[in-house]
């Protein structure tokens, strides 16, 4: 396996930039499956793919999520194209006898609420990491958000259901003109180690 | 921006696969560099990067590892060329001065216990999903894990600092003839939807 040509770690990684301004440029379902089928192959542990995707299109969708955003995170979220609500489902391990198939993985989970949380919030959110390279792998912009009240989003979207919020994703094509310098990264002796 | 080529898609998703077993090719550490200044670009809330890692290569190191892993971890560990300790610190927002330097965003942290542990968690394992396509992209392949003692793990490389274990990833060259059938994932229906 080659290393990956420099254009294409520049459009996942190192060009890439959280946008907030959005071009008036409508993203298509289409794209938003393709980003789906690629982000899931995306390893979890005992493939257990908890992360949920609710894409947020319609009018009514944004008017039900608008109420719930951090003031700050309201005009990008109103101008985005899509809002992807990257939840997890905290029942991911009713699925695993079709993802796991060999073994009876759902005993290892079933009742243990510590365990499923934990499970479903790493590898939700590893999953979350994917999501994001594949969104720009298909040439989408990303603006992640944290800024929202996720008991009331997960009251506006998800009673009922097992399915709970992580972070928030706004998509589309975004305004390059509209972006400030980029921040700081920390250097390699200050976040790794070789040991 | 266009859609990333398919050969770039395989070599990070769709064909990459969990290896357990490794060919004898050693990873120099300038390939761990190059990893880290790949997947430090990658987005976290507030530019806060909590994750860190800890590249356990030499025999000393592994033998301080594998004690704490799942007895089913130790001989794929034990084989890979480096094993990374995918970890984050606690004290992530003392370095926001530098990361997120416009505001006093080390305010919006300090001396909230719980904000902290959510947020370097699910910005922690972002960031190892963007380790994984990283590596990836660097012509690596990966084998992560969850099965292991925690606790132990960090009495043992992280006792009296503030950085605690996420989970940990083989690293190497896979030896392709050991892989298994690949296991499905959920359909777009089942994880996804627009609204």
């Given at each position: 396996m080659s290393v990956l040509d420099t254009e294409a770690q520049h459009q996942i990684l190192i060009k890439a930039r959280t946008h907030s301004a959005w071009l008036n440029k409508p993203v298509a379902d289409e794209a938003l499956h393709r980003i789906y089928d690629l982000m899931k192959w995306g390893q979890t542990s005992a493939n257990t793919s908890?992360?949920?995707l609710v894409f947020v299109k319609s009018k009514e969708g944004?008017?039900?999520l608008l109420p719930c955003l951090a003031p700050g995170?309201?005009?990008k979220t109103k101008a985005a194209p899509v809002t992807a609500i990257v939840a997890m489902?905290?029942?991911f391990y009713e699925k695993l006898p079709k993802l796991f198939p060999h073994v009876d993985a759902r005993s290892w989970f079933a009742g243990k609420a510590a365990l499923i949380e934990e499970t479903a919030f790493r590898n939700g959110s590893l999953q979350g990491g994917y999501f994001i390279l594949a969104a720009r792998a298909m040439?989408?912009?990303c603006g992640p958000m944290?800024?929202?009240d996720n008991a009331?989003?997960?009251a506006a979207f998800f009673a009922g259901t097992t399915w709970k919020s992580n972070f928030l994703c706004n998509l589309g094509y975004g305004d390059p003109t509209k972006l400030h310098p980029r921040f700081p990264r920390l250097d390699f002796n200050e976040a790794c180690r070789i040991v």
């Open positions: 908890p992360a949920r944004k008017e039900k995170n309201v005009d489902d905290t029942a040439g989408l912009d944290s800024g929202f009331k989003l997960d």
